[in-house]
């Protein structure tokens, strides 16, 4: 976990990674600033807003999630 928001240090890569993942990058006051479906084996992904946490899950959970969402971790 980083200490403030970047989009360089929330940046993820899928190299080795042999399945698709649903990505959500939150930033410190725990609101979405961006999602995306992340393809296996792809260099980069970059959020377009500084991020602080990056959440991974099933492509399926991909909908649950919009840019603006405010969320709680419990």
């Known amino acids: 976990m980083q200490r403030r928001d970047s989009r360089l240090e929330a940046s993820i890569h899928m190299l080795f990674v042999w399945t698709d993942l649903a990505v959500v990058w939150i930033n410190t006051e725990m609101l979405v600033v961006d999602v995306c479906l992340a393809k296996k084996w792809h260099?980069?992904?970059?959020?377009?807003?500084?991020?602080?946490?990056?959440?991974?899950?099933?492509?399926?959970?991909?909908?649950?999630?919009?840019?603006?969402?405010?969320?709680?971790?419990?």
């Open 43 to 74: 260099p980069a992904y970059i959020p377009s807003k500084p991020a602080r946490y990056v959440l991974e899950m099933a492509p399926e959970r991909l909908s649950e999630f919009q840019i603006g969402d405010r969320l709680a971790f419990v």
